[in-house]
């Protein structure tokens, strides 16, 4: 059987240092059935003259958008691939046989979606859970109300998901888990794998816990649900910016 053809999406600005990271944990892999898009937010002149110097299947644009989630979408429309995948920069693949040992199995394409585990690294803790805690093992269930129970950095997306579906850059910071609790309540169907896909910085925005993310989290949770349960994800909100505080 032949084997798909995977577009590695990564949204950058000014960081050429982390995006050379991400560059090479692509290059070294075993699986080459891939395309590779940079959106780049127009950076520095090295960025942009390192982003020349790539070979295809390494491609990429270098244009203002309106962040990162615009950045994704546009990397959407220029993918061409039957699954989609947004590593940050600076994140990098786990291992040199993580796409293959995904995209080997047939079975695995049998559903719309396909999530594996990372690995934080950073100085910042990652989730509420536990402070020595540094793997995040993904989840599609009930829960998903709760948290959210998909890192992009671990989650293959398959194309048709995006045909009628985009980011949606009414949330900076959490455009991620709405869409993902989008797919959910959608009943799209997600394959949960058993092995790391990537390590990631638990540094970024979304890691920082401000009162703004959870201020998101109010506002996509109620906008795929009904008002009448705001008070009850506000009230989760409160309980959960308030054990990240104490955690500090």
């Known amino acids: 059987m032949k084997r798909p053809l995977v577009s590695i999406i990564i949204p950058v600005f000014n960081n050429l240092e982390g995006l050379k990271k991400s560059i090479e944990s692509i290059q070294v892999q075993s699986f080459s059935d891939y395309e590779v898009w940079v959106i780049d937010g127009d950076s520095n002149s090295e960025t942009r003259l390192y982003l020349k110097k790539l070979k295809f299947p390494f491609q990429f644009i270098s244009e203002n958008d309106n962040g990162i989630y615009d950045a994704m979408n546009k990397g959407v429309c220029l993918a061409k691939g039957e699954w989609l995948y947004f590593l940050g920069s600076g994140d990098v693949l786990f291992n040199n046989n993580v ?3 995904i995209f080997k199995n047939s079975m695995n394409r049998n559903c719309q979606l396909l999530s594996g585990r990372i690995l934080y690294e950073g100085e910042n803790q990652p989730f509420i859970y536990s402070t020595s805690k540094k ?3 993904p ?13 992009h950095q671990g989650t293959f997306y398959s194309r048709e998901l995006f045909k009628q579906y985009k980011y949606s850059l009414n949330y900076q910071i959490l455009s991620d888990y709405w ?5 959910f309540k959608k009943g799209f ?12 910085d638990s540094n970024g ?3 920082q816990r401000r009162w ?8 996509l949770k109620t906008s795929l ?3 009448v349960f705001r008070p009850l994800f506000y009230t989760l909100a409160i309980i959960k910016y308030a054990i990240a505080k104490v955690n500090q």
């Open 225 to 227: 649900s009904k008002k």
């Open 139 to 151: 989840s599609w269930s009930f829960l998903m109300w709760l948290r959210n129970g998909l890192h």
């Open 212 to 219: 703004k993310m959870y201020k998101e989290e109010i506002a």
């Open 205 to 207: 925005i979304s890691k």
């Open 135 to 137: 793997e995040k093992i």
């Open 189 to 200: 169907s997600c394959k949960i794998l058993p092995y790391v896909v990537s390590v990631c």
């Open 179 to 183: 869409l993902n609790l989008m797919f």
């Open 99 to 101: 796409l293959e040992s």
